[in-house]
């Protein structure tokens, strides 16, 4: 059974930092791009960060010089390190894990992230 387990969410203040974790389970690991999104209320989700296979990374411009997105394949684990963080920020986030060659794609359960004083 294919599983994403994400977990590090919660509530944090405005200029705080969280860090984002998915543990896989049930692949390959190695060969699934990894991605996070977001979804805030009433917004449509969005890409947040995505690191390819051989460890290239896309930001969304809103989080560039805030976010780090990496991946641990020994441990089947993507982080999301989140800095300076800001109310708009709040959102649930989504692990994601995408081969495209074989129209596989798989999501988390999701983890609140609420940035607020």
């Known amino acids: 059974q294919v599983q994403l387990v994400e977990s590090g969410g919660g509530l944090v203040q405005p200029g705080g930092s969280l860090t984002l974790s998915c543990v896989a389970s049930?692949?390959?690991?190695?060969?699934?791009?990894m991605g996070w999104y977001r979804q805030a209320p009433g917004k449509e989700r969005e890409l947040v960060a995505l690191?390819?296979?051989?460890?290239?990374?896309t930001y969304t411009d809103s989080v560039k010089g805030r976010f780090t997105l990496s991946r641990d394949n020994a441990k089947k684990t993507v982080y999301l390190q989140m800095n300076s963080l800001k109310p708009e920020d709040t959102a649930v986030y989504y692990c994601?894990?995408?081969?495209?060659?074989?129209?596989?794609?798989?999501w988390g359960q999701g983890t609140q992230v609420t940035v607020s004083s």
């Open positions: 994601n894990a995408h081969r495209p060659a074989a129209s596989l794609d798989y």
């Open positions: 049930g692949i390959f690991f190695e060969r699934y791009a």
């Open positions: 690191i390819e296979r051989g460890g290239d990374t």
